[in-house]
């Protein structure tokens, strides 16, 4: 069971972390993070992946959230305010109603990452996806289709960023994630682990619908705008998703969400 | 050719439509909107659907965008202003540089759209999409896949809303948009214009990926938390995006992209 502390005092430290949120959020916090709403917060909690420090939560809502806080390891510090107090502390108005300060748990190599998904496997791959909405929608994504991981190159944003959280609605706090470590070659991991490298392209080779699913595939996607490096492209399969002539520009997120239910193969059995 | 009019004070009555955009934007425009970027600007001139009323740049983007310009109809006002000036103008740091002034074209009813198409067709009839991003992001995917129209009912929001507009990338100025009267039944509509109603799903009788497509379908897509109304799923053919067990919720603008992926039959000859 938790421990529930009432605050009423915005300055109070028991609940610095939690105060000015977007302002924090813009200067990082150090191997902690931000959840936010009762969905996020459970995904947390259940996950037990990364740690639940504490809760911060508007005291009308204890009693409607009672069952999630019976899931806090004993001793967890949830701690309770009034609406306007809640809003003092975040520097926002919070209607959702309930923040909690997790810990990050370290991320795996994507070598232990890749060799601990099955025989059937798929994992997406991103470069250089610096927008906390397109990272959070590929998430939700790659967890809707049961994709076994997501790896990052250094030019992607942090999926524990709290938008991206939220925009995931918590599947970046679900998905195994890995990042690659600079001087990493992901094709030549991919290609050690028994993966395929299927990348997108506008350009790619084949048209996504008449791609028979290899049973081990990383799907790789880059931004919109630049796109793949062509190291990449030139190193792996290249698929397309043909478009009309005069508008060819798909977000990545809704991409990597029609690419994900193609490769879905056998979707009956994954019901 | 344009008339270029140089604006120093920000309080000038000429570009009175462009105060204070984001205030503006909740009251709304009466028939006028406000579409931004040099992408999105250059939808509206050149689709010629809606009327360019005017246009507000940075006076160091004339020169850029010249051509742009130059496909704006005689007499059109494009106003300039220092930076300093213009983001004391809309009230915000506009980094983007170019917006313009747009006049709403009437909306076409939903008995001519339909039949304005042809013997192959694919709508998109959304019910309750009352999220910006949402609305934008499934406009994108109508006219990344070439469908025919979207129709909205009267839960639906304003396609034409900026921030919809900007999402879509330009899409809701392009895809020929109609919306539901008050009384007009839906399906009775599709039916009669020899449209197949296809509904989205969780609970959908057969899943996407064992749909042939039917030459003349209506896609149905209602909001992420209700869906669509009982009444609908009942009158329509209902399709479900299988997902794993654990995670079942797509957001709707990806789903749109998934389904419109799958109707875009014959996807070579469409490239």
Known sequence: MPTIIPIEDPEDPRIAAYRDVRERDLVGRDGQFIAEGAVVVRSLVEAERHRALSLLIADKRVEAL????????????????????????????????????????????????????GARARVVMLFGIGNHDNLGGIFRNAAAFGADGVILDSGCCDPLYRKAIRVSVGATLLVP????????????????AGFQAVA???????PLSALAPPPRAALLFGS?????PPALLAGSRTVRIPMTGSFDSLNVATTSGIVLHHFAADPEQSR
């Open 200 to 206: 997108l392209s506008p350009a790619g080779a084949e």
């Open 224 to 228: 919109e705008g630049p796109g793949l």
């Open 177 to 192: 994630t890995a990042r690659l470590e600079a001087g990493e070659d992901p094709l030549a991991l991919l290609d050690r």
């Open 66 to 117: 009672a069952p999630l806080l019976a899931k806090l390891p004993e001793g967890t510090p949830v701690y309770t305010a009034g609406q306007a107090v809640l809003d003092r502390i975040v520097g926002f108005a919070l209607h959702r109603g309930i923040l909690a300060l997790g810990e990050k748990a370290p991320m795996p190599s994507v070598a232990d990452l890749l060799a601990g998904t």
